[in-house]
C-alpha cells in the first residue's frame, strides 16, 4: 500500500470540516460509491450526484470534531461531530488511495 488510509480519513475530514468541496471530491474514485444511512437511507454514485449529496451535507451537517479514527479490515473508521450529533463512517479505498465507498451513519 503506497498510501496511509487514516492520514486520507483525516484528509476527508479536514476538507469537510473547511466545507471545501473541491477538495472532498478529489478525494474520491471516479466510480466511488456512497452508502448514507445519517438521514434516512441512500446511495450516491457519480461525480454529479456526490457534488449535490456534499453540497446538501455541507449546508445541513457541518462537521466538527474527530471523535475517534481507527484502521478497520475493511479500510479506515472514522467517528466525528456534527450538528446532528456523533457520526461514524467507513472507508474503502482504490489501489491510489482514492474513497471507492463510504458508509456513514449515526454512531451508537
Not at 462537521?63 to 475493511?74: E, F, H, K, W, Y
Not at 467517528?79 to 482514492?98: E, H, I, W
Request: charged content about 25%.
Amino acid at each position: 500500500m503506497s498510501f496511509d488510509p487514516m492520514a486520507v480519513a483525516v484528509d476527508w475530514l479536514d476538507a469537510y470540516r473547511a466545507g471545501d468541496i473541491e477538495a472532498i471530491l478529489e478525494l474520491y474514485a471516479e466510480d466511488a460509491v456512497v452508502h448514507c444511512g445519517c438521514c434516512g437511507v441512500q446511495t450516491i454514485r457519480g461525480r454529479e450526484a456526490l457534488r449535490a449529496y456534499w453540497v446538501d451535507r455541507l449546508r445541513k451537517y457541518p462537521a466538527g470534531t474527530l471523535d475517534d479514527l481507527n484502521p478497520s479490515d475493511d479500510g479506515t473508521m472514522i467517528s466525528y461531530v456534527t450538528s446532528a450529533g456523533v457520526m461514524s463512517a467507513l472507508f474503502a479505498f482504490d489501489a491510489a488511495g482514492r474513497i471507492k465507498e463510504l458508509a456513514c451513519s449515526p454512531s451508537h
